[in-house]
């Protein structure tokens, strides 16, 4: 082992990561630019017309504002609900307890989407658990409409990728030296001022980092807009995979796809870089 190179012991996962990852991209990034004949399905030459219609388009332009505005407001719900609960496993001194909410926390990620989407709809359904509560207390003279809705899908969202924020901030609370906690609670400092000068900014990689995962996720989500959603809350990837099912427009479904893409990852480094250097400034301050 000492006498192999880096690059050789690397060059397995190199070219397994470009066969399975980097080729299929080359090949959707290439059909974006190519005319396809929909009886054939034989490509042309090369064009620029599906860019331009998707980026012209109010449909497309809608659909893709639309899962961005989702990805974010998981993003920040999953953050505060998640922070409490990541703050709570991370002070829980018991190895069992943990390991028991660890487990929790598992579950949406171990099952499958497509079963916690369909569970989701007996909950939120007309005659679902939450509004068979709300009528129970009076609280509502009709059934709330959480399905084919916007608040539905990003309550699912968040129930299935909040796990990622959660065990993120968890595990940035674990590094923080307890000698800094208790040196700030000997000079006086309340259980307030310890969290909000030393605690939160300390733990604001796990935030930023758990935020960017479950960004991507939401925006690429398929499975829950479809079901909880029942394809009218539109989406890009609803529309990647109607362009690739339904109109056999594989063309489009690459340009939208690449789109996808492109525009996740241009706002999750942005953010990312932005964050980084505003948490500087915000860490020098507290």
Avoid at 123 to 143: A, H, M, Q
Avoid at 262 to 282: D, N, P, Q
């Amino acid at each position: 082992m000492k006498s192999r190179s880096p690059a050789a012991l690397v060059l397995p996962a190199t070219l397994w990561l470009a066969a399975s990852w980097a080729w299929p991209l080359l090949l959707v990034f290439s059909m974006s630019f190519r005319t396809m004949d929909q009886i054939t399905f034989e490509l042309g030459g090369f064009t620029l017309k599906h860019f331009q219609t998707v980026l012209t388009d109010e449909f497309y332009l809608d659909s893709l504002l639309r899962s961005i505005r989702i990805a974010t407001l998981v993003t920040l719900l999953s953050a505060f609900f998640g922070y409490p609960v990541a703050l709570h496993i991370a002070q829980t001194q018991s190895q069992r307890a943990r390991a028991a909410y660890t487990l929790v926390l598992l579950i949406p990620i171990m099952i499958s989407l497509v079963v916690t989407a369909f569970a989701w709809i007996l909950i939120l359904g007309p005659s679902g658990f939450i509004n068979r509560s709300l009528d129970f207390l009076g609280l509502v003279k009709e059934p709330l409409q959480f399905l084919n809705s916007e608040a539905g899908v990003i309550a699912v969202l968040v129930y299935s990728f909040g796990p990622y924020m959660i065990i993120n901030i968890c595990t940035a609370i674990d590094k923080i030296d307890p000698a800094v906690v208790r040196a700030a609670q000997l000079h006086g400092a309340s259980s307030w001022q310890v969290f909000r000068r030393i605690v939160l900014p300390l733990s604001f990689p796990g935030i930023l980092s758990g935020g960017l995962i479950v960004f991507s996720l939401s925006a690429a989500a398929f499975v829950t807009p479809y079901v909880i959603g029942g394809n009218r809350v539109k989406v890009i990837p609803l529309q990647i995979y109607n362009a690739a099912v339904t109109t056999f427009d594989w063309p489009m479904a690459a340009t939208l796809s690449i789109l996808l893409l492109v525009i996740s990852i241009a706002l999750t480094t942005f953010v990312g870089r932005y964050t980084e250097r505003r948490f500087a400034a915000w860490l020098r301050g507290a």
